[in-house]
């Protein structure tokens, strides 16, 4: 009997954490909602709707990264609204590198298409996992961990990287104290940085403050 209680609170409570629809497909002309676009109505989704042409094409990597990523989240590709899933291209110049940046809402697995790429994320106990990958290799990178992607050879770099979200969020480290508006004297209160390489670095990346 207590098996049998068991197995059905067991699936009660599975059933609630069940789709109770196929898709919710982006309708980027309703209001958003506390979870983020609202559905489509399901007359209006057509096969277009769960197609994305974008990561065709390389990305721009004149840029002070020499790094360009093409994202198909939930704002570019309104199929993977809703399912947990997204993907993105990621193209890095001879040199190029993504900075230390985070995915608060998702993990990330990067498989190389060509060239090589120095990955590593660094864990909440402080251990630094690194590793060079080639062609056809994978790395999976945990949510909420900051990680780093370099071009490690002579020629241009290719991957593409998916995420356990529609809407994996972002924030890049460098960006978020040197673009920012982020006050130099807090910085050098709260970090081992001295206020003249505070100000060069906003200097560089445009920050204030």
């Known amino acids: 009997?207590?098996?049998?209680?068991?197995?059905?609170?067991?699936?009660?409570?599975?059933?609630?954490?069940?789709?109770?629809?196929?898709?919710?497909?982006?309708?980027?002309?309703?209001?958003?909602?506390?979870?983020?676009?609202?559905?489509?109505?399901?007359?209006?989704?057509?096969?277009?709707?769960?197609?994305?042409?974008?990561?065709?094409?390389?990305?721009?990597?004149?840029?002070?990264?020499?790094?360009?990523?093409?994202?198909?989240?939930?704002?570019?590709?309104?199929?993977?609204?809703?399912?947990?899933?997204?993907?993105a291209r990621l193209d890095l110049a001879a040199a190029g590198f993504i900075p230390l940046h985070t995915h608060p809402g998702a993990s990330e697995v990067l498989v190389v298409i060509q060239g090589t790429i120095l990955a590593g994320f660094v864990s909440s106990a402080d251990v630094v996992y690194i590793k060079t990958l080639n062609k056809g290799d994978v790395m999976v990178f945990p949510q909420g961990l900051v990680h780093f992607q370099i071009n490690s050879g002579r020629s241009n770099a290719l991957a593409f990287v998916s995420f356990s979200s529609a809407n994996p969020g972002l924030q890049i480290l460098d960006f978020a104290l040197f673009k920012s508006d982020f006050p130099t004297e807090l910085i050098t209160a709260t970090t081992f940085l001295d206020a003249d390489l505070v100000k060069k670095l906003k200097g560089v990346l445009g920050g204030s403050g």
């Open 1 to 87: 009997m207590f098996l049998t209680i068991s197995f059905f609170i067991f699936s009660l409570l599975s059933l609630s954490h069940a789709s109770v629809v196929d898709f919710c497909v982006a309708d980027y002309n309703a209001p958003n909602g506390p979870a983020g676009y609202s559905c489509k109505t399901p007359k209006k989704v057509t096969a277009d709707d769960f197609v994305f042409h974008g990561l065709a094409t390389s990305g721009n990597t004149t840029n002070i990264i020499k790094a360009a990523v093409t994202p198909a989240f939930d704002a570019q590709f309104p199929g993977v609204n809703g399912l947990g899933i997204s993907i």
